[in-house]
């Protein structure tokens, strides 16, 4: 018999897959990404409480099926449902971002317990009706740093020669960065230097300091598109989200 | 479809096209077909037709309906002060069973999902407001589902009506009827609990 298994998650998409069975993606602390069928959730009495819903978070019980088959959730206790978030479309939306992202980001059995806490901090910051722009910008470089393609700070990608202390910068994505001005292309598109020092403290920064966190309103066009094209690189596609969320007005 | 007939194969291609309906399922319908009487397999064929040329929306609810306006919101016995939102019109069909509520509704066609690319401007919200704005509408129920997306949803409406002045509700959440306790999440019993309604005197 298969084993089960016992972890911390939270749902970021459903399915319902019958009149009473839902396929569930969650993301969880120890696995990361999970497809499981959750059978029976959509009965009044189940092993998952009801219906699973998004964002729904707590510990999750579940047999592990071989590779390449949907696990089973067993047991499910939702701890945290996160209620802020239904009051408002733009902390929702960036909510749904962060599920996007995630879905999109990372793979089955790619655990990292720090990005599980960091997203579940940045839900409840959220939920606490912090500004939403600049949480999302927080969560957005913090994953870029998981990815791995967090911009370069202070230092040109190419020659690692040291970048000026103000000013603009070439600075070219599919390269990593920002550029010297020996190394930048004459096309090269520019930011100013305070931009990527932002990005940096936006990096730093906790899910619980979010919603503190004030960027200077010239800065903050480059800021946006340094994530945006930094993500859609990462992630090879502009996030759909991102337009969504530009309807909103969250920006 | 190799090996089978040319309308058999046709058949079954559009067979396999509906939802849940495998390769397997698709044949097994389409050798039923073949074998029921043609009388039986036209009142079938008949039966489709029918739907996709006398189903329409309702230019008022956007209910699903072969007049327009549907049948309730051309019936005068109705409401007309009480407006009903709901995500669907399998939610109007479960209200009108229950046989409670006599008002009016508004089907929005879904409910905001950005992950699966549903946003406000793809159902009927501006439609609700030109509607409640028209005046004559008293309240405003807002009964979509009671889940993440279906309370964004709600909210969002809410909000959208604000200017109108009218009163907006949502339905009582809390146990359902025929459930247990011990069965129940944390968040149902808050709501029902932050719900809970006197036993007036003498009703016991």
């Known amino acids: 018999m298969a084993p089960l298994r016992k972890t911390q998650g939270f749902c970021i998409r459903r399915v319902d897959f019958s009149e009473t069975s839902q396929v569930v993606t969650f993301y969880t602390r120890s696995e990361g990404l999970m497809r499981l069928v959750a059978k029976g959730s959509r009965r009044k009495k189940s092993a998952t409480q009801g219906r699973i819903d998004l964002f729904a978070c707590g510990e999750m019980v579940y047999i592990q099926k071989r590779p390449g088959t949907l696990n089973i959730l067993a047991e499910f206790k939702p701890e945290e449902l996160f209620d802020g978030l239904r009051h408002s479309l733009q902390q929702a939306y960036s909510a749904f971002y962060i599920a996007a992202l995630l879905d999109r980001g990372t793979h089955e059995g790619q655990a990292s317990a720090a990005c599980y806490d960091f997203c579940v901090g940045m839900l409840e910051t959220l939920a606490s ?21 967090v911009p370069q700070v202070g230092r040109c990608v190419e020659c690692s020669g040291a970048l000026p202390g103000r000013g603009m910068v070439g600075y070219v994505v599919a390269r990593g960065g920002p550029l010297c001005r020996e190394c930048a292309p004459d096309d090269a598109w520019r930011v100013p230097v305070g931009a990527l020092g932002v990005v940096e403290g936006l990096r730093r920064a906790s899910p619980a300091a979010a919603g503190r966190i004030s960027i200077a309103p010239k800065l903050r066009p480059f800021v946006r598109d340094i994530l945006t094209r930094c993500m ?8 759909k989200m991102l337009q969504y969320l530009q309807e909103v007005r969250c920006d | 479809m190799s090996g089978y007939t040319k309308s058999l194969g046709n058949l079954m ?17 389409a050798f039923h077909l073949l074998r029921v009487s043609t009388e039986d397999a036209m009142a079938l064929a ?41 995500e669907q019109t399998r939610d109007v069909i479960a209200i009108e069973e229950a046989g409670t509520y006599s ?3 508004h089907v929005l066609q879904g409910r905001i999902a950005p992950l699966e690319g549903i946003t406000p401007e793809s159902l009927t919200i501006s439609q609700l407001v030109d509607r409640v704005k028209v005046g004559g509408i008293k309240e405003v129920i807002l009964a979509t589902n009671p889940d993440m ?19 907006v509700t949502r339905p009582a959440r809390g146990l359902p009827a025929g459930s247990q306790v011990e069965y129940v999440g944390k968040k149902i019993i808050s709501d029902a609990f932050e719900g809970r309604q006197q036993i007036p005197p003498g009703s016991g």
């Open chain 1, 232 to 239: 859609g690189h990462a992630l090879e596609l502009e996030p």
């Open chain 1, 129 to 149: 009706g912090a500004r939403a722009d600049v949480s999302r910008m927080v969560f957005e470089a913090h994953f870029l740093d998981e990815l791995g393609v």
């Open chain 2, 103 to 105: 008002g009016l509704y």
């Open chain 2, 13 to 29: 291609e559009e067979l396999v096209k509906l939802p849940g309906v495998g390769k397997r399922s698709a044949e097994r319908l």
């Open chain 2, 46 to 86: 008949r039966a489709i037709r029918d739907l996709k040329k006398n189903t329409r929306l309702c230019s008022k609810c956007f209910n699903i309906a072969e007049s327009d306006p549907c049948g309730i919101c051309s019936d005068s016995r109705r409401d007309r002060t009480i407006l009903c939102v709901v």
């Open chain 2, 149 to 167: 997306e279906g309370d964004v949803t709600a909210n969002y409406i809410a909000e959208q009506l604000g200017p109108a002045g009218v009163r």
